[in-house]
């Protein structure tokens, strides 16, 4: 316990907390949630995070649609997912309560800003009350704080509007949540200063907001207890905390390095896959090249071309960009040219819900291309998977002459968690050399190895050849309409490809390597399926998880795994693409557990769906 003033505070020692902020589009929720993240990995906690983005771009101020959030879970032991719920949430106004409230258990601490709590913002979103005060909220610890009135009392005396000391008040939460966890406030104090080292004015109103806040927290008497969640036994190392577009930036990057060629990017921006392209665009100094083009079929178009003249050609998107993409994604099938596509998953089809997440493209990048055109495909598991990840394709792209998408989504780009920042004389060398002899040449002669084709760069002597989508004879290059040409061309891609499956890692078993149940998954379900079956296995249950990280080629023994189970379930966020695969694929009557909703899996439904399939049950629970 401490001692503040003339007040004793008990502080309680805790392995995990969830916490979720919620407000307004204009509250900054997301730089609320992710100063608090970045602190917590400063102190050595192990954390996972889900920020949550309104579709609208601005919807009306104090309506449900326009509530941002952003869950975040610190422990101190390894945790691989942002919660299930939250233990304390943060709503700065009434939509934020009305969005929220439900996710939260009864006794969890309920933080609200009873100043937004006016009628008028009431009636916007249907209440009849003011559930601060018609005993509505009797279920939970609730903590009534005027937070805009204490912020704009710590603003006097500054030259600022109004509406700019409005836009401080998160900085009075951040520091509440500071104080009531114990976390210092120096590295976002210093944060304040760096980011609005052109605005003092600025910089000031938010550090004394941020500090009104935490001496909030030490001077108020209605909170009676502080908590400590100790830092985590993480392997050493140097970490950072890290989402997953930025890893996936990265890697980009020190793909291009490791590989000894430039890099280009040419993009159109698609939520979630924007970021990418404004982190690449840093990084000029490593001979990265970034074309924010006019629309999607360009900026694939551009990235074939860069790839032709022997750069390391890649162009990123979401969904509905794969789908205008997908005849110039054609077109490198047809030339064999090293290709990445980085595809950041969203709800659909069309536009859908553009800022949530899903694994709705897995059948699209495999087959949504006229004819039969292969290539490679690689899932992340983590946020920090994507760096690695990154690094994988173009290893793939570059020895095996191919495209290979790299499948990400909206819950890996935005999430965060440690990563272990790797020593760059670690990584492996992935490059691969231009063709420069003359003698021997043939355009399509193939590596008997990975039947890669050579890769010859215009302007090389003697080595000039045709280029484009029609069909090529095997060997010269030249375009041909012969059949059985054609047959034998169709093979070839689709062997390349196939072979691939001798080039990677084995599916690995968590768990027992046989038992009653396996839990199959891929890409964002990796934290919620790996969680639920640690619960599972902690009970005596023969449970146990795998999950792919290429999906294109499957993993060589991924047949031999599958069989050594009673059973199998497949949780995906789509209505049962990689279900129809595996089954059709290893006549496996997998069982599939489906939901589209737009939020990734909580680790207590997984849970409960493998408890009814040990059970006997084979339909899941609508």
């Avoid at 939250?86 to 106004?93: E, I, K, R, T, Y």
Wanted: aromatic fraction near 8%.
């Amino acid at each position: 316990m401490t001692t503040t003033g003339t007040r004793t505070i008990e502080e309680r020692t805790l392995d995990r907390v969830t916490i979720r902020f919620a407000g307004d589009s204009g509250d900054g929720m997301q730089l609320t949630g992710t100063q608090f993240t970045r602190t917590a990995a400063v102190f050595g906690n192990d954390i996972s995070t889900y920020p949550d983005f309104p579709a609208e771009i601005r919807a009306p101020a104090g309506s449900l649609p326009g509530v941002p959030g952003f869950q975040l879970s610190f422990s101190s032991s390894e945790i691989h997912t942002p919660g299930d719920e939250p233990d304390v949430l943060v709503a700065m106004n009434p939509a934020a309560l009305k969005s929220n409230l439900g996710d939260l258990p009864a006794g969890g601490a309920l933080v609200v800003n009873e100043d937004a709590f006016t009628t008028a913002n009431l009636n916007k979103v249907g209440y009849t009350g003011n559930p601060l005060t018609d005993g509505s909220l009797s279920a939970y610890n609730v903590f009534s704080v005027p937070i805009s009135t204490l912020n704009a009392r710590a603003a006097e005396g500054l030259e600022l509007t109004n509406k700019q000391v409005d836009l401080t008040k998160n900085f009075f939460a951040l520091g509440l949540m500071f104080w009531l966890y114990e976390r210092d406030m120096a590295a976002t104090l210093a944060w304040i200063d760096e980011k609005f080292s052109k605005r003092p004015v600025i910089a000031e109103g938010n550090k004394r907001a941020l500090k009104a806040g935490y001496n909030f927290g030490e001077t108020t008497e209605i909170f009676h207890e502080r908590y400590i969640v100790p830092p985590a036994r993480l392997r050493p190392g140097r970490y950072r905390n890290i989402t997953g577009n930025e890893a996936t930036a990265l890697g980009f990057v020190a793909a291009s390095q490791l590989a000894d060629r430039p890099l280009f990017y040419g993009s159109y921006p698609i939520t979630p896959a924007s970021d990418i392209l404004h982190q690449l665009a840093a990084y000029k100094n490593f001979g990265v090249k970034t074309f924010q083009a006019e629309d999607e079929i360009a900026a694939i178009g551009a990235a074939i071309g860069a790839s032709y003249g022997g750069a390391m050609g890649m162009t990123g998107t979401s969904g509905p960009g794969v789908a205008l993409k997908s005849e110039a994604l054609g077109l490198a099938v047809m030339v064999e040219l090293p290709l990445v596509l980085i595809d950041v998953q969203r709800a659909g089809p069309s536009t859908g819900m553009p800022t949530k997440t899903e694994q709705g493209d897995l059948l699209q990048v495999l087959f949504g291309r006229n004819s039969d055109s292969p290539l490679a495909v690689v899932a992340p598991a983590t946020p920090g998977e994507c760096f690695g990840s990154a690094i994988e394709a173009w290893r793939l792209a570059l020895k095996y002459m191919t495209p290979v998408v790299l499948l990400s989504d909206a819950f890996l780009a935005n999430g965060a968690e440690p990563w272990p920042i790797p020593d760059p004389a670690d990584l492996p060398r992935i490059g691969v050399p231009n063709r420069t002899e003359k003698a021997g040449f043939f355009p399509y002669l193939r590596d008997p190895e990975t039947l890669s084709r050579p890769w010859a760069v215009p302007g090389t002597p003697g080595l000039e050849h045709r280029i484009g989508g029609l069909e090529k004879s095997d060997i010269m290059g030249n375009v041909s309409y012969d059949p059985d040409n054609h047959h034998r061309m169709q093979l070839l891609r689709q062997a390349k490809i196939a072979g691939i499956a001798k080039d990677i890692p084995p599916l690995d078993v968590y768990g027992g390597d046989e038992g009653d149940l396996l839990i199959l998954g891929w890409g964002s379900t990796y934290g919620a399926i790996r969680s639920a079956v640690e619960r599972l296995r902690a009970r005596g249950l023969a449970v146990s998880h795998a999950h792919l990280r290429h999906l294109n080629p499957f993993p060589a023994n991924t047949g031999e795994v599958l069989g050594a189970f009673r059973q199998v379930l497949i949780p995906e966020l789509n209505l049962g693409q990689l279900l129809m695969l595996i089954r059709s694929r290893y006549l496996i009557d997998a069982i599939g557990y489906n939901r589209v909703r737009g939020k990734p899996f909580r680790i207590g439904e997984i849970e409960a769906e493998a408890e009814r399939v040990l059970a006997g049950a084979k339909e899941p629970v609508a």
